[in-house]
Protein backbone atom coordinates (compact mmCIF):
# COMPACT_ATOMS: atom_id res chain seq x y z
CA UNK A 1 0.00 0.00 0.00
CA UNK A 2 1.37 3.46 -0.21
CA UNK A 3 2.45 5.76 2.22
CA UNK A 4 3.94 8.50 2.96
CA UNK A 5 6.29 9.13 6.04
CA UNK A 6 7.76 12.28 7.38
CA UNK A 7 10.24 11.30 10.03
CA UNK A 8 10.41 14.74 11.83
CA UNK A 9 7.29 16.00 13.86
CA UNK A 10 8.72 19.46 14.49
CA UNK A 11 11.87 21.23 13.45
CA UNK A 12 13.08 24.56 14.60
CA UNK A 13 15.45 26.15 12.59
CA UNK A 14 17.13 29.69 13.47
CA UNK A 15 16.58 32.31 10.61
CA UNK A 16 19.03 32.62 7.82
CA UNK A 17 19.60 29.11 8.42
CA UNK A 18 19.74 26.35 5.60
CA UNK A 19 16.37 23.88 5.88
CA UNK A 20 16.17 20.16 4.90
CA UNK A 21 12.48 18.58 5.75
CA UNK A 22 12.74 14.55 4.74
CA UNK A 23 9.77 12.86 2.89
CA UNK A 24 9.93 8.89 2.51
CA UNK A 25 7.01 7.59 0.21
CA UNK A 26 5.90 3.77 -0.22
CA UNK A 27 4.74 3.45 -4.21
CA UNK A 28 5.04 0.80 -6.28
CA UNK A 29 5.02 2.73 -9.88
CA UNK A 30 7.04 5.82 -10.32
CA UNK A 31 5.28 8.11 -7.87
CA UNK A 32 3.90 11.66 -8.24
CA UNK A 33 4.94 13.75 -5.75
CA UNK A 34 4.35 17.03 -3.86
CA UNK A 35 5.15 18.89 -1.21
CA UNK A 36 2.28 21.87 0.56
CA UNK A 37 2.97 24.22 2.94
CA UNK A 38 0.21 24.67 5.52
CA UNK A 39 -0.27 28.44 7.39
CA UNK A 40 -1.68 29.05 10.65
CA UNK A 41 -5.36 28.25 10.29
CA UNK A 42 -4.47 28.21 6.70
CA UNK A 43 -5.27 25.92 3.46
CA UNK A 44 -2.86 24.20 1.77
CA UNK A 45 -0.71 25.45 -0.44
CA UNK A 46 0.92 24.05 -3.09
CA UNK A 47 5.12 24.28 -3.29
CA UNK A 48 6.58 22.35 -5.83
CA UNK A 49 6.04 18.91 -7.56
CA UNK A 50 7.63 16.09 -9.44
CA UNK A 51 6.18 14.13 -12.02
CA UNK A 52 8.97 13.27 -13.93
CA UNK A 53 12.03 14.42 -15.60
CA UNK A 54 14.72 16.44 -13.73
CA UNK A 55 14.81 15.33 -10.65
CA UNK A 56 15.70 18.24 -8.59
CA UNK A 57 12.53 20.58 -9.07
CA UNK A 58 12.06 24.16 -8.30
CA UNK A 59 9.10 25.79 -6.36
CA UNK A 60 8.16 29.10 -5.09
CA UNK A 61 9.14 31.10 -2.27
CA UNK A 62 12.82 29.51 -2.84
CA UNK A 63 12.47 25.97 -2.47
CA UNK A 64 13.69 23.35 -3.70
CA UNK A 65 13.14 18.97 -3.53
CA UNK A 66 15.14 16.37 -4.94
CA UNK A 67 13.23 12.81 -5.84
CA UNK A 68 16.09 9.93 -5.10
CA UNK A 69 14.32 6.86 -6.65
CA UNK A 70 16.92 4.91 -4.75
CA UNK A 71 15.95 6.08 -1.42
CA UNK A 72 12.45 6.51 -2.08
CA UNK A 73 13.01 9.85 -0.90
CA UNK A 74 12.09 14.05 -1.87
CA UNK A 75 13.50 15.63 0.49
CA UNK A 76 12.59 19.21 0.75
CA UNK A 77 15.16 21.89 1.16
CA UNK A 78 15.60 25.78 1.52
CA UNK A 79 18.97 27.47 1.59
CA UNK A 80 18.24 30.43 3.64
CA UNK A 81 14.73 30.18 5.96
CA UNK A 82 13.08 33.77 6.40
CA UNK A 83 10.26 33.82 9.84
CA UNK A 84 7.34 33.67 7.34
CA UNK A 85 8.17 30.11 6.46
CA UNK A 86 7.58 29.05 9.71
CA UNK A 87 4.21 26.88 9.41
CA UNK A 88 3.34 22.97 8.59
CA UNK A 89 4.70 21.59 5.43
CA UNK A 90 3.30 18.09 4.18
CA UNK A 91 4.11 15.95 1.91
CA UNK A 92 2.00 13.90 -0.18
CA UNK A 93 2.15 10.98 -3.19
CA UNK A 94 -0.43 10.26 -5.66
CA UNK A 95 -2.24 7.16 -6.43
CA UNK A 96 -4.30 6.31 -3.60
CA UNK A 97 -6.90 3.80 -5.13
CA UNK A 98 -5.38 3.38 -8.00
CA UNK A 99 -5.85 7.03 -9.09
CA UNK A 100 -2.71 9.86 -9.00
CA UNK A 101 -5.01 12.17 -8.42
CA UNK A 102 -5.44 11.04 -5.38
CA UNK A 103 -3.23 12.01 -3.12
CA UNK A 104 -1.77 10.35 0.41
CA UNK A 105 -0.48 12.65 3.01
CA UNK A 106 2.56 12.37 5.39
CA UNK A 107 1.18 13.71 8.82
CA UNK A 108 3.30 17.02 8.45
CA UNK A 109 6.32 18.95 9.70
CA UNK A 110 6.02 21.59 11.94
CA UNK A 111 8.29 24.35 11.46
CA UNK A 112 9.38 26.99 14.23
CA UNK A 113 11.62 29.71 12.85
CA UNK A 114 14.24 31.35 15.37
CA UNK A 115 14.86 35.20 14.72
CA UNK B 1 -10.28 35.09 -8.16
CA UNK B 2 -10.29 32.17 -5.57
CA UNK B 3 -10.09 29.23 -7.60
CA UNK B 4 -11.74 26.74 -5.28
CA UNK B 5 -13.80 28.47 -3.10
CA UNK B 6 -15.59 27.02 -0.06
CA UNK B 7 -18.15 28.17 2.35
CA UNK B 8 -18.66 28.34 5.14
CA UNK B 9 -14.98 28.81 6.19
CA UNK B 10 -15.96 28.61 9.77
CA UNK B 11 -18.82 26.31 11.23
CA UNK B 12 -19.89 25.84 15.36
CA UNK B 13 -22.78 23.92 15.56
CA UNK B 14 -24.59 20.49 17.61
CA UNK B 15 -24.46 17.61 17.98
CA UNK B 16 -27.13 16.04 16.00
CA UNK B 17 -27.49 18.65 13.98
CA UNK B 18 -27.14 18.14 10.26
CA UNK B 19 -25.26 20.35 8.12
CA UNK B 20 -23.18 21.30 4.47
CA UNK B 21 -20.49 22.69 3.31
CA UNK B 22 -20.62 24.32 -0.50
CA UNK B 23 -17.32 23.81 -2.46
CA UNK B 24 -16.87 25.33 -6.02
CA UNK B 25 -13.81 25.83 -8.57
CA UNK B 26 -13.72 27.61 -11.28
CA UNK B 27 -10.62 26.26 -12.88
CA UNK B 28 -12.62 24.29 -15.31
CA UNK B 29 -11.66 21.11 -13.91
CA UNK B 30 -13.30 17.36 -14.25
CA UNK B 31 -12.15 16.05 -10.85
CA UNK B 32 -13.52 17.12 -7.45
CA UNK B 33 -12.31 15.90 -3.67
CA UNK B 34 -12.82 16.16 -0.34
CA UNK B 35 -10.32 15.90 2.34
CA UNK B 36 -10.40 15.89 5.90
CA UNK B 37 -8.18 16.90 8.38
CA UNK B 38 -7.82 16.02 11.86
CA UNK B 39 -7.24 17.65 15.22
CA UNK B 40 -3.65 15.98 14.61
CA UNK B 41 -3.46 18.27 11.02
CA UNK B 42 -3.55 14.02 9.63
CA UNK B 43 -5.04 14.77 5.87
CA UNK B 44 -7.30 11.80 4.36
CA UNK B 45 -8.85 11.57 1.03
CA UNK B 46 -12.78 11.24 1.91
CA UNK B 47 -14.36 11.20 -1.55
CA UNK B 48 -13.50 11.87 -4.92
CA UNK B 49 -15.73 12.98 -8.08
CA UNK B 50 -14.64 12.65 -11.83
CA UNK B 51 -17.36 14.24 -13.56
CA UNK B 52 -20.22 14.09 -11.46
CA UNK B 53 -19.37 10.25 -10.52
CA UNK B 54 -17.90 9.47 -7.38
CA UNK B 55 -15.05 6.95 -7.92
CA UNK B 56 -13.22 7.38 -4.43
CA UNK B 57 -15.34 5.97 -1.47
CA UNK B 58 -13.53 6.36 1.69
CA UNK B 59 -14.50 4.79 4.39
CA UNK B 60 -16.65 7.28 5.53
CA UNK B 61 -19.88 6.88 7.63
CA UNK B 62 -23.25 7.16 5.60
CA UNK B 63 -23.79 10.03 7.47
CA UNK B 64 -21.70 11.59 4.81
CA UNK B 65 -22.58 12.43 1.77
CA UNK B 66 -21.18 14.27 -1.17
CA UNK B 67 -23.72 15.57 -3.75
CA UNK B 68 -22.19 17.06 -7.04
CA UNK B 69 -24.48 19.09 -9.12
CA UNK B 70 -22.26 19.56 -11.83
CA UNK B 71 -18.53 19.54 -12.47
CA UNK B 72 -17.75 22.85 -10.87
CA UNK B 73 -19.19 22.00 -7.50
CA UNK B 74 -19.28 19.21 -5.29
CA UNK B 75 -21.29 19.94 -2.07
CA UNK B 76 -20.72 17.56 1.62
CA UNK B 77 -23.88 17.18 3.76
CA UNK B 78 -23.42 15.60 7.09
CA UNK B 79 -26.29 14.37 9.08
CA UNK B 80 -26.41 13.81 12.53
CA UNK B 81 -23.10 15.36 13.47
CA UNK B 82 -21.13 13.83 16.08
CA UNK B 83 -18.36 15.71 17.93
CA UNK B 84 -15.71 13.36 16.23
CA UNK B 85 -16.42 15.01 13.17
CA UNK B 86 -15.10 18.12 14.20
CA UNK B 87 -12.41 18.64 11.77
CA UNK B 88 -11.04 20.97 8.97
CA UNK B 89 -12.80 19.77 5.42
CA UNK B 90 -10.76 20.88 2.32
CA UNK B 91 -12.08 21.26 -1.39
CA UNK B 92 -10.09 20.48 -3.98
CA UNK B 93 -9.91 20.01 -7.67
CA UNK B 94 -7.41 18.82 -10.61
CA UNK B 95 -7.79 18.63 -13.74
CA UNK B 96 -8.49 15.48 -14.39
CA UNK B 97 -8.03 12.23 -12.14
CA UNK B 98 -5.17 10.65 -14.18
CA UNK B 99 -2.44 12.88 -11.61
CA UNK B 100 -2.43 17.04 -12.30
CA UNK B 101 -1.42 19.32 -9.31
CA UNK B 102 -4.45 19.24 -6.99
CA UNK B 103 -5.74 22.55 -5.67
CA UNK B 104 -7.20 22.94 -2.47
CA UNK B 105 -9.63 25.48 -0.91
CA UNK B 106 -8.97 27.49 2.02
CA UNK B 107 -10.91 24.69 4.48
CA UNK B 108 -13.63 24.57 6.50
CA UNK B 109 -13.45 24.47 10.36
CA UNK B 110 -16.20 22.44 11.02
CA UNK B 111 -16.60 22.30 15.50
CA UNK B 112 -19.49 20.47 16.98
CA UNK B 113 -20.00 20.74 20.61
Known amino acids: AQSVTQPDIHITVSEGASLELRCNYS??????LFWYVQSPGQGLQLLLK??????LVQGIKGFEAEFKRSQSSFNLRKPSVHWSDAAEYFCAVGGYGGSQGNLIFGKGTKLSVKP | DTAVSQTPKYLVTQMGNDKSIKCEQNLGHDTMYWYKQDSKKFLKIMFSYNNKELIINETVPNRFSPKSPDKAHLNLHINSLELGDSAVYFC????????????FGEGSWLTVV
Open chain 1, 27 to 32: YGATPY
Open chain 2, 92 to 103: ASSLDSSGNTIY
Open chain 1, 50 to 55: YFSGDT
